[in-house]
């Protein structure tokens, strides 16, 4: 059984730090492409950036770039999300979603998902 559980998320002031971690087990990891997802209150869920397995390539939304970096640690199972300059309209629910391909992460469709972490930044 595939599952992907997030950790990490709390409260924190804006221009704070957090890292989310997902832990995935059920499956081979380096077969994976697995990203990031967050939903803010009243808004549409949109990918925040993934790692393609393969060759580890990240891909992130234009907001975060150059603030959040994605990571994985292969021994582990483990990705993270590593947010800097936090800023209060990152305020959301993080989730970490998987797919069943080994190749680019883009597009990450989720067909695995994480019950999700709150991320809440306070301006």
């Known amino acids: 059984e595939v599952q992907l559980v997030e950790s990490g998320g709390g409260l924190v002031q804006a221009g704070g730090s957090l890292r989310l971690s997902c832990a995935a087990s059920g499956f081979t990891f380096d077969d994976y492409a697995i990203g990031w997802f967050r939903q803010a209150p009243g808004k549409a869920r949109e990918g925040v950036g993934c790692?393609?397995?393969?060759?580890?390539?990240?891909y992130y939304v234009h907001s975060v770039k150059d603030r959040f970096t994605i990571s994985s640690d292969n021994a582990k199972n483990t990705v993270y999300l590593q947010m800097n300059s936090l800023k209060a309209e990152d305020t959301a629910v993080y989730y970490c979603?998987?797919?069943?391909?080994?190749?680019?992460?883009?597009?990450?469709?989720?067909?695995?998902w994480g019950q999700g972490t709150q991320v809440t930044v306070s301006s």
């Open positions: 979603a998987a797919d069943p391909w080994g190749g680019s992460c883009l597009p990450l469709v989720g067909k695995y």
């Open positions: 790692i393609s397995s393969s060759d580890g390539k990240t």
